[in-house]
């Protein structure tokens, strides 16, 4: 069954230092997500893409995150100057939106610890 | 109002029994409604999606009520493996987004 894959699995980084998160999505998946979860809070969008540009972004997606899809298969999430409050999983998803409901799937999450 | 409210639990049953959560949402435009589990530390799996007409999917039963913004899981037969955390989650009326409420968590004790 096709996944989405993330990595690193763990990243560990020290405030003001830039990050990128890789993800591959489904491979006949078109809109490319990315979500955070604080530890002991929900699930938060940040951002989605399509067609190679931004279709929505949220209000925590500020001018220190940017997103890539690099080549035909990676999509990437950049944190430009790391915050501690910016420690937290981060999701990958992606989804094919010709299907009725443009159901969601997503990657094992990268855990980022900011020091 | 949060955007999507569930009770957070624990509900604590024995294997075996029937348990049912709910949640309501505040957007009445929201057009997509799901279940979703997490494991501790883990993704959020997609469990099933909920269709207007209410959808059954072996021991689980969803049920969307759009004029009282309210969507519900049935879960029968409860098994030690269904312990786990269970999300509501809809997405918006012109957007893919999905909004997440804190989820209920669920743990079947032998």
């Known amino acids: 069954e096709p996944e989405v894959t993330q990595t690193p699995s763990h990243q560990v980084t020290q405030m003001g230092q830039e990050v990128i998160l890789r993800c591959v999505p489904i491979?006949?998946?078109?809109?490319f997500y990315w979500y955070r979860q604080i530890l002991g809070q929900k699930v938060e969008f940040l951002v989605s893409?399509?067609?190679?540009?931004?279709?929505?972004k949220s209000e925590i997606f500020d001018d220190q995150f940017s997103v890539e899809r690099p080549d035909g298969s990676n999509f990437t999430l950049k944190i430009r100057s790391t915050k501690l409050e910016d420690s937290a999983m981060y999701f990958c998803?992606?989804?094919?939106?010709?299907?009725?409901?443009?159901?969601?799937?997503f990657g094992p999450g990268t855990r980022l610890t900011v020091l | 109002r949060k955007e999507v409210e569930q009770d957070p639990g624990p509900f604590n049953v024995p294997e075996g029994a029937t348990v049912a959560f709910n949640c309501t949402y505040s957007?009445?435009?929201?057009?997509?409604f799901f279940w979703y589990r997490q494991d501790c530390r883990k993704e959020p799996k997609l469990l099933m999606s909920?269709?207007?007409s209410g959808n059954e999917d072996g021991r689980f039963t969803a049920q969307l009520n759009r004029a009282s913004q309210y969507i519900s899981l049935l879960i029968r037969d409860s098994k030690l493996s269904d312990s786990a955390t269970y999300l509501c989650?809809?997405?918006?009326?012109?957007?893919?987004?999905?909004?997440f409420g804190s989820g209920t968590r669920l743990l079947v004790r032998p």
């Open positions: 491979s006949n998946h078109l809109y």
């Open positions: 957007n009445s435009a929201s057009q997509s």
């Open positions: 989650v809809v997405s918006g009326d012109s957007s893919y987004k999905l909004i």
């Open positions: 893409f399509y067609n190679n540009e931004i279709s929505e």
């Open positions: 909920v269709y207007s």
């Open positions: 998803a992606s989804s094919d939106p010709g299907t009725r409901l443009n159901e969601q799937f």
